[in-house]
């Protein structure tokens, strides 16, 4: 699922769209049942441009090794969400290069423009960042905050939409992360594979403490029951997505059953695949020790400090 | 090594191709509310005054910052408010300059080369985000 594959399933309630007789009327009320989302289409753009640049010169590690490290990025960016920093500030310095004005005129030709592009930008890749606690925390309060009725009652119409609004483009974000979760099984197993993969590396070249081996099983049905379904409720409860969003939810506890079910078999496949792969780029290497002489491909080994 | 190339160039394609698409439906509605010649706030480029070079447009120094994002992130962004008055301009009636296709398809090139070559954090993944869209765009 995608950023644009899920604002594409923004739907209206069925009752709107069949009032043909009123066509403003239904504009208004698609406006007002998806706060806005899908009348602006420099939000639906800034969207699609997140998920482009994401994950932009991400070293295929986690954070959080970055900061152990003391990795000049993590020390550049004051331990918080440094590769997602990273990425927004590495895409939009080549946005605002001369040979793309031309471009950034059609996107957003006035400040007022840039501005809210940005934003939606900047909050859109931010809440990529699913491991910082402190950002976590507060956007699960900015959540509860939006829906509630006090924040109905408390602050203008206006406002209270934008706040649900934001919210839930940093949702939609969210979900396209970690879309092959909620997508069928076999789109599932193959970018699990991949993950894996990434952070088997990364153990190899001692750019990670535990080997994923040891806890790849129960990390996965753990991120189900405590990240992925939970997201998954929470589209499909703000109602905005429709009726269709209950299939992500479906696709998400479907494959959560599938993986403690057959897990530890696939889990097995997938070391002996990274294993045969991998055998001639680190021949005689000594996982966990960091000493490898490095010939691959993977810029995991790498340090450089890209925006420098 | 040129099947890899080709494959990344194939994804900057349809990834352009996405979002000359979206860009089509932002002038389309810059040219509903009329304000392509009467732009609110200050301009920083007319459409009619793009140039592959750039050189005559300077991005002010307030665009080109660099510093700590996280700090950005807002509770509540503004999006414009419902106007009824406004009456859309289909978006097939729109024709990017061929100057900006090339800056759009150069743009996600040069995006497309800053991704290092993880297994899984990697340009195709965030490709191929874009990419499923195309199916599902059309149904919208």
Redesign the interface.
Known sequence: ?????L???IVAPDQVFNDEANQ?QI??SL??YT???T???????AC??A??????????IPNSQLVEEKAPLAFR??N??PA??NS???????????????????????????R?F???V??S??ATDIADKE?KALRNG?WAKAFSDQSATEESE??N???K??IV?EHLLQA?DV?HTMQHWHVYTK?NE??F??MS?AYMVGRSNKDPVEFWYQGELGFFDFYIIPLAKKLSECGVFGVSSDEYLQYAERNREEWARRGEEILQGMIERFQDKFRNEFGGFQPGTGSVTYSA????A?TSF??E | MAETAHKNERMVLWCTDIMARLLRQIVARREAESRCDTFGGSTIASMDDMSLDGSKHSVTAKWKKAGMVIEEVKEVIQLPAFDGSIKEVPESEIILPSSVMKQLRDYVTEISGTYRENPFHSFEVSAITVLEAIICWSDY
């Open positions: 699922m995608s950023v644009a594959k604002l594409s399933r403003d504009a208004l406006h007002d706060y806005g989302i009348s602006d289409p420099l939000t639906q753009f699609v441009f998920a482009l640049i994401h994950d932009v010169d991400h070293y295929g960016y004051k918080r969400s997602e920093q927004v500030n590495i895409a939009w310095k080549i946005l605002m290069k001369s040979q793309f004005a031309g471009l950034r005129a059609t996107i957003c030709p006035t400040d007022d423009e840039m809210r940005r934003q939606l900047v909050n890749v931010m950002m900015r206006r406002t939409i934008n706040r609004a934001t483009i396209s879309a970018w991949r993950l993969q990434e590396l491909t993977s810029s995991i790498s890209r925006e």
